[in-house]
């Protein structure tokens, strides 16, 4: 028994450090049977337990007293804490490669392969940009009505929500990746603003007013605030340029946005987009399943593809 | 100081503590010269070409022979016939005396395998039998027995002239005045023996004496079987080919002389030349001096050993009567682990096991052993270093 747990583990450190595959090589071997507990050859265990104690015998007799009293239950020990860290790397990675966070998806503990964390980033719905500490199994699309909100459709069952905030660093960094999803696959794509930030505010009841105007060109609007100097569309007249550039009456989205109907309509919204249970930005759904936080390309992709993505 | 530590590279600066010369020595610096000197200067065939590089090869080889039968006071040098290895020296013998069917050899209870598993093939290939003399319960030779066991019968006594079991050296006089009386040649295993203590073969009257290179300073594979010169001529080579014939047609061939009958095929040049260096080696240093340091040494080695508790020693409680060897086992306590571990924390180098003496062990029931041989080139310092160690290894296990 002790091959087969010295085999494991030395392969693995062996992985990393040519020396040890010798070893690993030898516990192989004895595993196999190929080292006979012959007279004349010493067992594969009793030489790594006494090279082990002696190393251990120069430092501290009590210490490999110890070691050697207890050696097989030591060794059980190792091998139970080996194999328990492989299973933890392994889910990790596998963690970090479906949802781009060592911890599984949107959890946003320490994770080695990202390690500031980036791919769990969100503008805090609370206004300040940081590490979303919300409770991200909550997050749902359960009762939202996303009629209300600007969309794309297509004959396709796929589905991708973005929610974002125009002048959030995490969304505009989602944003991209969205669109590429979006253009890449056949899907139904709704998006909604969701600010974060009391500077983009205005914004809502002028996205509202935009999409009503002209639905098609709502999307050329939303690149544009997307691609924009954060401070620029903190500013009403510059927003106003970009509309006017698209080719929207200006005039009529203004009076649109400052009307009672609007106003209810944007707080109307705003309550659909509060039972997702939104705690950062950018939220983004596919097929129902809520990421919170900027993930990898891949991450999005495979999400939409399921299976097929393999 | 032991000033000859300087002549071994793995000494010089204390590396290890060496304490399994049973199984081969170290080889001083005029060995490992002498061999780098055939590989560099005249790496030839030694005996078939005529220039001159290889005239040199059989000139130094020669040489070499030379130097063992003196060192070994044989009547001629074509007594001396090179070998691997005692191993090969046994089997030359045993298969060639040409023994038959219902024919006894004498063999003891501790030999080692290269004196036992030869004569169990005879015994299943021809039909030989062979009688073991047990040894006394301190393990020492049992002359009584051995009497009773001669008879017309016996063609061979072959025995360990010093065991690696335990270093117990065994009268070989006595033995073979009554092995001759009886009408048996005597053929000694001097593996533990010819590097320890001086040897006059004449003096002996011994038939066959196989011995290794490797065990007395020399290149490892090497070996030497001395035959008296009259009883080489009537044996069989056992070993044919190139080399061993003056010439050869389609049908027939006739046999060198001893010793080159004997020495089939390309030899190791490098190997005869390095043990000829080696032999000239110990006669600078003087087996004076050689038992003198290891009877100092086991002397010490065994006092100390008798101090840890259950630890048996095997063979006489007398250092003196066990050369350089020191082996013990201390039940309960297992001998690998010992010597893996005296390895791990101070480079202390002990043969662990049963020392190819398997026979021995299973018969008394005692799973191995540890054996500490020492050599002329060990010191006290070394000698205590071992104990310190040893007894903190003990203490844990
Ligand atoms: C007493 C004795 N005989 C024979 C041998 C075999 O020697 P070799 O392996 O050199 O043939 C040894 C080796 O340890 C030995 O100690």
Redo the contacts between chains.
Sequence with gaps: MFCIIAFIVLSIIGIFNVSYRELAKEAYECVFRRITFR????GFK??M???L???L??KS?AA??FL?KHFELLAWLLFITTVASIFWTGKGLFNFYMYGSCNGLNKSGFCALDPKGENNKVSQTGGSCGTGEGDESKVTLKGVDLSLFPSQKTDSKDEVVLIGCYSCDYTRKAYPLVKQLISENKVNYTFAHYPVKEETLYLLPIGYCAYKQDPDKFWQLNDKLFASEKSDIAKKEFVDTILKDIGYDVEAINSCSTSPETNSAVVDRRIQLEKTSVYGTPLVFINGKGLVGPKPYRVYERILKGWRFW | MNTHRQDFPLLRDCKVVYFDNACQTLRPKQVIEAINEYYQDYPACGGRSMHHLAAKVTHKCEEARSIISTFLHAKRKEEIVFTRNTTEGINLVAHSLGLKAGDIVIISDKEHNSNLIPWQVLRDKIGIEYKIIYSKEDNTFDLEAYKQALNNRVKLVSLGFTSNLDGVTIPANEIITLAHKAGALVLLDGAQAVPHRKIDVQDLDVDFLAFSGHKMLGPSGTGVLYGKYSLLTKLDPFMVGGDTVASSTYETHEFLPPPEKFEAGLQDYAGIIGLGAAVNYLNTIGFEFIEQQEQMLNKYITTELKTISGLKIIGPSDPKERGGICSFYIPGK?H??I???????SKIMIR???H?V?SW?YAHQI??SVRASVYFYNTMNEAEVFIRELK??V???
């Design positions: 007279p004349c050859n010493t009793e030489k337990q006494a090279k104690v002696g190393k015998l120069t007799v490999a007293r050697n | 297992d690998h682990q010597a893996l571990m005296l390895d791990e924390t662990s096991g049963q190819c398997h062990f799973p191995g903190k290894v203490s844990i296990l």
